[in-house]
């Protein structure tokens, strides 16, 4: 079902009504191989990706966030904060987050460009997440990636999927 990429980033849109059926290994392969090359800082490649499809793991991700949409198969996507590249102008600063944010996009995209639906969620308390999953302290949650097939009546969230701001509104040549 290979789509061109102007066609995937106009059609894709958050699925929030996911139907029961799995997603299959091969097609959750072929996504975490789109976050295998995407670009992160230094190409650090600091995500750390646990792929949720118990019962028992997802029964938790439910009661950690409203946003899975009974999803079958959640990415709780992660960085490693000891594998991040770290700024050495901004003390403080590191690419966990942004890194973690591209690889999800790319994930997104790939999901899309195969027939499968997705949602990016940032709506969880990352200490509680952490906390739950009982992950090391060096890795930081940073959003969760519920896929699957959409039921036959999902639709765009309307109004925000179809309103978008003109490029002048947020772009400027200086």
């Not at 799995?22 to 650090?44: G, H, M, Y």
């Not at 994930?107 to 027939?115: E, N, P, S, T």
Request: proline share 6%; hydrophobic share 35%.
């Amino acid at each position: 079902m290979n789509m061109e990429f102007d066609d995937i980033v106009r059609e894709r849109y958050s699925v929030r009504s996911f139907s029961n059926e799995k997603v299959e290994p091969d097609k959750i392969e072929s996504i975490l191989r789109a976050a295998q090359l995407a670009p992160t800082a230094v190409n650090f490649q600091p995500q750390q990706i646990y792929i949720l499809t118990s019962k028992e793991a997802l029964d938790k991700i439910n009661t950690l966030s409203p946003s899975i949409y009974n999803a079958s198969t959640v990415f709780l996507i992660c960085s490693n904060e000891n594998e991040t590249w770290k700024s050495k102008t901004e003390i403080g600063y590191t690419t966990g987050e942004m890194d973690a944010s591209i690889v999800c996009t790319f994930m997104m995209l790939k999901a899309w460009d195969i027939g499968i639906g997705s949602v990016w969620v940032r709506l969880f308390d990352s200490n509680d997440v952490a906390k739950a999953f009982d992950l090391p302290d060096n890795i930081k949650p940073r959003c969760l990636l519920p896929i699957g097939y959409p039921t036959d009546d999902c639709e765009p969230f309307p109004p925000w999927h179809y309103v978008n701001k003109g490029i002048d509104e947020f772009s400027e040549e200086i």
